[in-house]
């Protein structure tokens, strides 16, 4: 069973324009999450998609969104890239109800020059 | 506010010695506990998890955790490492309706294996 994949796996965009990922959630998983690793500042939740909705959204500014498609793939979209958004972006999923954990996917590098 | 403290940031370790990283977690209600392991470059694998239950829970890769809700913690432990182990740990706590509905992670305790 394949796991979570995101795309790409690096990507190089200069300061000021816009980035798109994206993430497959494993097959099932009705909720997909984004997380942002950038140095020196850990793991922090971006936003949490379900069922096509956005659920809950971390402390970041609105130029982070995204979106969800009817079958549960998503997209972040960075917008006027600043150079601190350089970062690796961690997509996971779940089940959607009760007691189930995250399966993270590999992230893509993003680097704003 | 919920909270997740790795006191160490780095810990160097002899192959074939015994390995635990700690975890302290601050959350009003009982949490949902995870372990996760990132080699470079890669995403998060999960080691282990505790919903509820036995406090002491098996993972994989020869990993077990301990909850102890008195001390408000979940160390990780492994009684013989390999070098293939060195890589970066974080302890996590799920607080939301799902339990991945909003992950709070700690800051990472990178391992390093001394042959």
């Known amino acids: 069973e394949a796991g979570v994949t995101q795309s790409p796996t690096h990507l190089i965009k200069t300061r000021g324009q816009q980035a798109t990922l994206r993430c497959s959630p494993i097959s099932g998983h009705t909720s997909v999450y984004w997380y942002q690793q950038a140095l020196g500042l850990g793991l922090q939740f971006l936003l949490w998609y379900d069922e096509g909705e956005e659920r809950n959204r971390g402390n970041f500014p609105p130029r982070f969104s995204g979106r969800q498609f009817p079958n549960y793939s998503s997209e972040l979209n960075v917008n006027a890239l600043e150079l601190e958004d350089s970062a690796l972006y961690l997509c996971?999923?779940?089940?959607?109800?009760?007691?189930?954990?995250?399966?993270f996917g590999q992230g893509t590098r993003l680097t704003v020059v | 506010a919920q909270s997740v403290t790795q006191p160490d940031i780095h810990i160097t370790v002899s192959e074939g010695a015994s390995l635990e990283l700690r975890c302290n977690y601050s959350?009003?209600?009982?949490?949902?506990l995870f372990w996760y392991v990132q080699s470079p470059g890669q995403g998060l694998q999960l080691l282990l998890k505790?919903?509820?239950?036995?406090?002491l829970v098996q993972g994989i890769k020869g990993f077990e955790a301990e909850f102890k809700r008195s001390q408000s913690s979940f160390n990780l432990r492994k009684p013989s490492v390999h070098w293939s182990d060195a890589a970066e740990y974080f302890c996590a706590v799920g607080t939301g309706y799902s339990s991945a509905s909003k992950i709070i992670f700690g800051s990472g305790t990178r391992l390093s294996i001394r042959p």
């Open positions: 505790y919903f509820s239950g036995d406090t």
């Open positions: 959350y009003g209600a009982t949490p949902y």
């Open positions: 996971a999923s779940s089940l959607r109800a009760g007691n189930t954990e995250a399966f």
